[in-house]
């Protein structure tokens, strides 16, 4: 493993965890996932160590988050954090992050990872991420598609074709977010699986497809890349980044590739989309209470309850007689929803908006 | 007026209204009524100002809330203050604060109010305060009874007899806590008020009666008299309050008067006995929310919303889709329940006891 990368995308910025998540704190930075106490981006570094040591991993952030990511991520050199300096989406973000990594070794092998997702069977993630390096070292592009669970309308889903080893095929094809019933279809048929955004390549393969797809970004990257060589990367950054194509790379890149791989994957993943998604994903006691820390829940069920506040001071959360809530404090904050309109949250950020953006 | 007299009795403890009640914080000190910026026990005083001058209010309270009760009541001479070294019910206290008036004024005509009651429409209150005072004006033991709105066994209830006056009646006797069938009966039947604990005697009338009822709390009240002469009463009373029969002025006293008269009084009363209670006095929105400042509540109806936070720091509070909750602020507690289980904070405080006692 020792040319393996990981670029970890850590951008996003994200209200459906409001009052928890704010414009500096967004969602990766929170503890949303099976570990109350781990942030979901210390949780996605920490899952790829066996792969790739800290110096090999890269976090693609925005400029605004650069020092809150150091911050968190200490033991990674300051230089593996790239900050863009406005948001492009992910094809012009990857695609650098991907040409960073060509100038240290053109040989490397790129793992790309959202930073805000959950895993809850680690070793089976594991499994899966081995052979989805396995297959880019085949010079394929390869991703890991997610054995769905319900049907989902929300997320992109990968069809798979003929098989290519021990739980991976080719991709027959990506399909846009599907109504219901063709949702349903795909769960029933097990030819779907759901599309994590997780990527495995060699540079040479990537650059060489975002070339064919998207020549406009490959020339602007290459400015840059020539901008770096004589020390004027940043500059570059902040005159190219901004005109560079915003598209994903999924849609730009990925799809259109000529080499394309699948590995299903089965691990209780989530992308941890909601304070319902938090609450199915965090440890509960008897009475399905995912409680904060001293909270006193007295026939209370199914609640979630969470104490973010930094202050430090105790403070006694009492639910008497309550069920399905969302309980979330923070220092400046205090959000009580039913779970299933977890949703609602935007809501409050409209509100909030409206009323001139204090709190957001 | 000018021999007009009160004794606002003052002592509650009671964890009905945690997180806001403490022991150091009683009800009485909370803004529970119609006036969401208006402690009780202000009320009960304002209430009263147009019968007698703050000069003429005299507050019987336990000693560890005389400072506080101070401290809320600046304008009451510190003498009307009279502290209790211990609890022991309402007759040994209001056979005290009778006897301290007494000594200013023996031809004072006096009346009792509790300290934490609400009273919704204020006009009809003063008309039937005043009929209540001429009743006692003629050496009556006079009493408001409430004119029941629900057939509550909580309460007791006083039956009425003959008429004699506008709005009043000799009682015919004294009803315990009936069950709910009485109670039905009684709210029916239109012979039976709630007996709200509001008293208007002359003193020479109740220290008669109460020697006639209650010999041996009369001769300790006598010794306490005797010192208080010769310039020890706060020593007399540290020694023999704590060992006065402890009962209730209403049995002890009121019940056996001779000469005991009723004024119906229906003026929006209550004792507040729950945050339910409080919900009901709230001034409430459209939605039915009884609201804290800046509370922002989405799709929510008929919550009560309150923070009692001291630390001045703007807090968003948001709830979005909930009904009938009630949701309490303080500076080391947070407290959500359905309005209907408001009796149930009892819980809390038990568990909040057997855990060692913190928080009550």
Chains 1, 2 share one sequence.
């Not at 040989?107 to 069977?121: I, K, R, S």
């Not at 309308?153 to 074709?161: A, H, R």
């Not at 973010?308 to 009580?336: F, M, N, Q, S």
């Amino acid at each position: 493993m020792e040319h393996t990368y990981a670029i970890i995308l850590a951008g996003g910025a994200g209200t459906r965890f409001w009052p928890a998540s704010r414009q500096l704190r967004p969602k990766q930075f929170l503890p949303l996932g099976p570990d109350p106490e781990e942030p979901l981006l210390r949780a996605t570094v920490r899952r790829i160590l066996p792969f790739c040591p800290p110096e090999r991993i890269l976090i693609a952030t925005g400029a605004h988050l650069a020092v809150a990511t150091r911050s968190l991520l200490p033991e990674l050199p300051p230089e593996n954090i790239l900050a863009e300096p406005v948001a492009r989406n992910t094809a012009p973000c990857i695609g650098w992050a991907t040409r960073v990594i060509g100038r240290r070794d053109p040989e490397a092998t790129v793992m790309v990872f959202p930073a805000d997702h959950a895993v809850v069977d680690e070793d089976s993630f594991r499994d899966a991420v081995f052979e989805a390096i396995s297959l880019a070292h085949r010079d394929t592009i390869a991703t890991i598609g997610l054995q769905p669970t319900r049907p989902e309308t929300g997320y992109g889903y990968i069809e798979v074709g003929d098989p290519m080893g021990h739980q991976s095929f080719w991709v027959r094809r990506f399909v846009e977010k599907p109504d219901l019933e063709r949702a349903r279809q795909f769960v029933e048929g097990g030819q779907h699986l759901w599309n994590g955004g997780m990527f495995f390549y060699r540079v040479r393969r990537l650059n060489e497809d975002l070339r064919a797809a998207l020549p406009t970004l490959a020339e602007g990257l290459d400015r840059i890349e020539e901008a770096a060589r004589e020390g004027n990367e940043e500059d570059a950054l902040t005159d190219i980044f901004p005109i560079l194509p915003s598209i994903s790379i999924d849609h730009g890149v990925i799809e259109r590739a000529p080499r394309l791989a699948v590995v299903r994957g089965d691990f209780g993943w989530s992308d941890v989309g909601s304070w319902q998604s938090a609450w199915e994903l965090a440890p509960k006691d008897a009475a399905g209470n995912a409680e904060a820390p001293g909270a006193l829940l007295i026939q209370a069920r199914n609640n979630l309850v969470r104490d973010l506040r930094t202050d430090g001071k105790h403070r006694i959360v009492a639910l008497v007689g309550v069920d399905d809530l969302v309980v979330v404090e923070t220092d400046d904050a205090l959000l009580i929803l039913p779970r299933d309109r977890a949703q609602d949250v935007r809501l409050v950020v409209d509100e909030l908006k409206r009323r001139g953006g204090h709190g957001v």
